[in-house]
Nanobody, 120 residues
């Protein structure tokens, strides 16, 4: 089991940037797939991005492709999400997740979330 803590959220204007971080505890961080999800008010949680255990493979939702970049630092046991060209529709609570397989991220360990608000 890994424990996760997100940070870096906040209020930003449209077309601005933010970088989210997800600090993980535990020695097994480097063996986990990691991902970012988000949930906007009144909407279902949706996948944003994921990255393989060694960072060699990344996955993105079509809605963020080309604007967001997921990365990880296994030495620092930290996951990142660089968000550029933000849009009001990116407003949501962002969560990081960890699991042995990318297909099981939704059933893995989750953080408490960090709020991102993009003003128009």
């Amino acid at each position: 089991q890994v424990q996760l803590l997100e940070s870096g959220g906040g209020l930003v204007q449209a077309r601005g940037s933010l970088r989210l971080s997800c600090a993980a505890s535990g020695r097994t961080f480097s063996s986990y797939f990691m991902g970012w999800f988000r949930q906007a008010p009144g909407k279902e949680r949706e996948f944003v991005a994921a990255i393989s255990s060694r960072g060699r493979t990344t996955y993105y939702a079509d809605s963020v492709k080309g604007r967001f970049t997921i990365s990880r630092d296994n030495d620092q046991t930290t996951l990142y999400l660089q968000m550029n060209s933000l849009k009001p529709e990116d407003t949501a609570v962002y969560y990081c997740a960890a699991a042995p397989l990318v297909a099981t991220l939704t059933r893995g360990s989750w953080g408490q979330g960090t709020q991102v608000t993009v003003s128009s």
